[in-house]
């Protein structure tokens, strides 16, 4: 298995619902990473974790929550988004920390 | 971060080769080019790397300049498969910077048949 999944592909949700976005990978990667990309804009980074523990935070509102449950898993949890938050979710994983392998993304809409 | 500039846009003809310029004149000592592509509807993918020697993988060439402000990226014959974005990355990875990458702008590649 050499690929990162995401799950949902596609979500929508109100400004007062609670959703969460799933990426697994079972390569042994030890970092993972979730992006953020706008329609017509290059990814930015959100949040890095490295051996499950969070090592890079972006100044992201606290509207998102990541979450690292096991060495293959990494939740991001949404609650009381706006509909400005409405974007690709990209999220990624990485052996040594200078190869980044991407998973397809959740494309998110807020109402 | 390193600050890169990329031509917003290039076209290329397929089965030819293809060059895409990236200037980082404010790259550090440390810092890796990284190059990822990003094909319509998917998550960027990593093309290649490279230090100071100029590389080569089954994708792609990377020719880095000597003092290093400045890189090429090559495909030796473009395919319809290659358009996409394509972003250069100047970045120190590993260590406490764990995968740090930040896109900029990108070229968009458009390939014609």
């Known amino acids: 298995d050499t690929e990162v999944t995401q799950t949902p592909k596609h979500l929508v949700m109100g400004m007062t619902n609670k959703k969460s976005l799933k990426c697994e990978q079972h390569?042994?990667?030890?970092?993972m990473y979730w992006y953020k990309q706008k329609a017509k804009k290059p990814p930015e980074l959100m949040f890095v974790?490295?051996?499950?523990?969070?090592?890079i935070n972006e100044s992201v509102p606290s509207r998102f929550s990541p979450e690292c449950p096991n060495s293959s898993l990494l939740n991001l949890h949404l609650h009381a988004l706006q509909p400005e938050d409405s974007a690709l979710y990209l999220c990624?994983?990485?052996?040594?920390?200078?190869?980044?392998?991407f998973g397809p993304g959740t494309r998110l809409l807020v109402l | 971060d390193a600050k890169t500039t990329q031509p917003n846009s290039m076209e290329s003809n397929e089965e030819e080769p293809v060059h895409l310029p990236c200037n980082h004149s404010?790259?550090?000592?440390?810092?890796?080019i990284h190059w990822y592509r990003q094909l319509p509807s998917q998550g960027p993918e990593y093309v290649i790397h490279?230090?100071?020697s100029n590389v080569n993988n089954r994708m792609a060439s990377l020719a880095i300049a000597e003092d290093r402000k400045s890189s090429t990226l090559i495909l030796h014959r473009a395919t319809l498969r290659d358009a996409a974005v394509y972003y250069c990355?100047?970045?120190?990875?590993?260590?406490?910077?764990?995968?740090?990458?930040?896109f900029g702008q990108g070229t968009i590649l458009t390939v014609h048949p």
């Open positions: 990624a994983s990485s052996q040594d920390g200078e190869i980044l392998l």
């Open positions: 390569m042994g990667h030890r970092a």
């Open positions: 974790y490295s051996y499950e523990k969070l090592s």
């Open positions: 404010t790259i550090s000592g440390t810092d890796y």
């Open positions: 490279g230090l100071t």
């Open positions: 990355i100047p970045e120190t990875m590993g260590g406490t910077s764990y995968g740090k990458l930040t």
